[in-house]
Protein backbone atom coordinates (compact mmCIF):
# COMPACT_ATOMS: atom_id res chain seq x y z
CA UNK A 1 0.00 0.00 0.00
CA UNK A 2 0.83 3.72 -0.57
CA UNK A 3 -0.23 6.77 0.86
CA UNK A 4 0.31 9.93 -0.30
CA UNK A 5 0.81 13.28 2.06
CA UNK A 6 2.26 16.51 2.60
CA UNK A 7 0.24 18.49 -0.39
CA UNK A 8 -0.68 22.15 0.79
CA UNK A 9 -1.64 25.70 -1.20
CA UNK A 10 1.75 27.45 -1.62
CA UNK A 11 2.72 31.18 -3.98
CA UNK A 12 4.40 30.61 -6.48
CA UNK A 13 8.27 30.00 -6.49
CA UNK A 14 7.47 28.52 -3.36
CA UNK A 15 8.30 25.00 -2.03
CA UNK A 16 6.44 22.11 -0.58
CA UNK A 17 7.80 18.14 0.21
CA UNK A 18 5.36 15.12 -0.47
CA UNK A 19 6.08 11.62 1.05
CA UNK A 20 5.17 8.57 0.16
CA UNK A 21 4.80 5.93 3.18
CA UNK A 22 4.83 2.60 1.92
CA UNK A 23 3.95 -1.11 2.89
CA UNK A 24 3.77 -3.87 1.99
CA UNK A 25 7.46 -4.43 0.38
CA UNK A 26 10.50 -3.14 0.68
CA UNK A 27 11.80 -0.36 -1.71
CA UNK A 28 14.81 -2.12 -2.90
CA UNK A 29 12.28 -4.69 -4.55
CA UNK A 30 9.95 -1.98 -6.31
CA UNK A 31 10.31 1.18 -8.45
CA UNK A 32 7.98 3.61 -7.47
CA UNK A 33 7.03 6.88 -9.09
CA UNK A 34 5.15 10.34 -8.40
CA UNK A 35 2.23 11.06 -10.58
CA UNK A 36 0.08 14.33 -11.14
CA UNK A 37 -3.25 14.76 -12.51
CA UNK A 38 -3.93 18.57 -12.83
CA UNK A 39 -7.89 19.57 -13.36
CA UNK A 40 -9.06 18.07 -16.70
CA UNK A 41 -6.17 16.73 -17.85
CA UNK A 42 -4.42 13.59 -17.91
CA UNK A 43 -2.23 12.15 -15.05
CA UNK A 44 1.84 12.27 -15.83
CA UNK A 45 4.23 11.12 -14.07
CA UNK A 46 6.85 13.55 -12.92
CA UNK A 47 9.10 11.10 -11.67
CA UNK A 48 10.68 7.71 -10.93
CA UNK A 49 13.04 5.56 -8.88
CA UNK A 50 14.44 2.36 -9.42
CA UNK A 51 14.23 -0.13 -6.78
CA UNK A 52 18.05 -0.21 -6.63
CA UNK A 53 17.83 3.65 -6.06
CA UNK A 54 20.63 3.49 -8.58
CA UNK A 55 18.80 5.90 -10.95
CA UNK A 56 16.09 8.62 -10.64
CA UNK A 57 14.13 10.04 -13.62
CA UNK A 58 12.54 13.28 -13.63
CA UNK A 59 9.72 14.66 -16.40
CA UNK A 60 11.19 17.61 -18.13
CA UNK A 61 8.67 20.09 -16.82
CA UNK A 62 10.14 19.24 -13.38
CA UNK A 63 13.88 18.60 -14.11
CA UNK A 64 16.02 20.84 -11.90
CA UNK A 65 13.05 21.87 -9.42
CA UNK A 66 11.93 18.64 -8.25
CA UNK A 67 14.16 16.17 -6.48
CA UNK A 68 13.13 12.45 -5.27
CA UNK A 69 14.85 10.65 -2.31
CA UNK A 70 14.02 7.49 0.05
CA UNK A 71 14.50 6.49 3.01
CA UNK A 72 14.66 2.88 3.31
CA UNK A 73 14.46 2.93 7.17
CA UNK A 74 10.95 4.36 7.29
CA UNK A 75 9.94 2.92 4.29
CA UNK A 76 9.10 6.87 2.50
CA UNK A 77 9.69 8.04 -0.57
CA UNK A 78 10.12 11.83 -1.23
CA UNK A 79 9.19 14.49 -3.66
CA UNK A 80 10.60 17.65 -2.84
CA UNK A 81 9.35 20.02 -5.12
CA UNK A 82 11.18 24.18 -5.78
CA UNK A 83 10.42 26.82 -7.58
CA UNK A 84 6.88 26.04 -8.09
CA UNK A 85 4.91 27.22 -10.88
CA UNK A 86 1.09 27.60 -10.82
CA UNK A 87 0.94 25.06 -13.70
CA UNK A 88 2.48 22.11 -11.12
CA UNK A 89 -1.23 22.28 -9.58
CA UNK A 90 -3.05 19.02 -9.08
CA UNK A 91 -3.30 16.14 -7.01
CA UNK A 92 0.03 13.85 -6.78
CA UNK A 93 -0.10 10.36 -6.88
CA UNK A 94 2.81 7.88 -5.91
CA UNK A 95 2.56 4.11 -7.17
CA UNK A 96 4.64 1.08 -7.93
CA UNK A 97 6.61 1.79 -11.52
CA UNK A 98 7.18 -0.32 -14.46
CA UNK A 99 9.47 0.77 -15.96
CA UNK A 100 11.04 3.42 -14.54
CA UNK A 101 11.52 4.92 -17.53
CA UNK A 102 10.89 8.26 -19.64
CA UNK A 103 9.13 8.50 -22.88
CA UNK A 104 8.42 11.95 -24.93
CA UNK A 105 9.40 13.88 -22.16
CA UNK A 106 7.58 12.69 -19.26
CA UNK A 107 6.77 9.21 -17.85
CA UNK A 108 3.62 7.78 -19.14
CA UNK A 109 0.76 6.99 -16.86
CA UNK A 110 0.91 3.07 -17.95
CA UNK A 111 3.81 2.92 -16.44
CA UNK A 112 2.13 3.05 -12.98
CA UNK A 113 0.87 -0.81 -11.37
CA UNK A 114 -1.92 -1.17 -9.23
CA UNK A 115 -4.82 0.82 -7.73
CA UNK A 116 -4.27 4.52 -7.44
CA UNK A 117 -4.66 6.27 -3.70
CA UNK A 118 -5.77 9.53 -2.70
CA UNK A 119 -3.68 11.35 -3.81
CA UNK A 120 -2.21 14.69 -2.16
CA UNK A 121 -3.48 18.04 -3.49
CA UNK A 122 -1.33 20.77 -4.29
CA UNK A 123 -2.35 24.23 -5.28
CA UNK A 124 0.26 26.75 -6.34
CA UNK A 125 -1.69 30.17 -6.75
CA UNK A 126 -0.86 33.95 -5.39
Known amino acids: QLVESGGGLVQPGGSLRLSCAVT????????IGWYRQAPGKEREGVSC????????IYADSVDGRFTLSRDKDNQLVYLQMDNLKPEDTGTYYC?????????????????????WGKGTPVTVSS
Open 95 to 115: ALTDPCAKKGGTIPQLYAMGD
Open 24 to 31: GFTLDQRA
Open 49 to 56: VSGTGGWI
